[in-house]
Every structure is written in C-alpha cells, then in structure tokens.
Nanobody, 123 residues
Framework: QVQLVESGGGLVQAGGSLRLSCAAS????????MAWFRQAPGKEREFVAV????????YYADSVKGRFTISREYAKSTVFLQMNRLNPEDTAVYYC????????????????WGQGTQVTVST
C-alpha cells in the first residue's frame, strides 16, 4: 500500500496560481487512480479532480473545470494539481487520495489519504 505526502500549499492572492504535489511511496503507483479532494472550514470534504491509473482519463468538479489541471508523473510516483485563477472560494485543506479501482469522484472509493496541505486565497 502506498503512502502519500502532499506539498505545495500556501497563501496566494486571488487570481494567482499554485501547484500541489503528492508524492507516493512504494512501487505500485501505477496501480492507483489518484484524486484530489478539499475541505473548507465548516464544510464537508468535496471532490476536486481525479486521474486514472493510465493517466488517460481525467475528471474535474464543475467549480474548478478550466482552472485546475491534474497530472501524474510515473517516474517520480507523483501526482500534481496545477491551480490557476484561484479565488477565495478555493481556500481549503487539499487532500491527495489513492484508490485501486477506477477513477471515481466518491471519497469512499479511496483507501489511502495524505495528511493534507492548506491553500489560502486572499482577496
């Protein structure tokens, strides 16, 4: 089973960009669909983006479509989330997740989670 470590969060002004990284340990990275979820204060965890095991399929929440891009680099066992045109509503703790099934939007389908990285977007 992989272990996940996120990085790249921080404070950014509205309209700015950040790139989150999620490094996976172990040699089975290609066996997992990888996703990003986020949780804002007082709100439930919500789906952001997912990439399939092959990397050939991606899917985004409507709220981030056209602004965020998920990708994966197999040589580094890392998944990325490029976030552009950030707005204050994107403020949340962002979590990376790995699942052995197909790429889905349901948190319950992912059995490995990172510790989260804080993203704060100021006005």
């Amino acid at each position: 089973q992989v272990q996940l470590v996120e990085s790249g969060g921080g404070l950014v002004q509205a309209g700015g960009s950040l790139r989150l990284s999620c490094a996976a340990s172990g040699r089975t990275f290609s066996s997992y669909a990888m996703a990003w979820f986020r949780q804002a204060p007082g709100k439930e965890r919500e789906f952001v983006a997912v990439i399939s095991r092959s990397g050939g399929v991606t899917y985004y929440a409507d709220s981030v479509k056209g602004r965020f891009t998920i990708s994966r680099e197999y040589a580094k066992s890392t998944v990325f989330l490029q976030m552009n045109r950030l707005n204050p509503e994107d403020t949340a703790v962002y979590y990376c997740a790995a699942g052995r099934g197909i790429a889905t939007t349901r948190a319950s389908d992912y059995d490995v989670w990172g510790q989260g990285t804080q993203v704060t977007v100021s006005t």
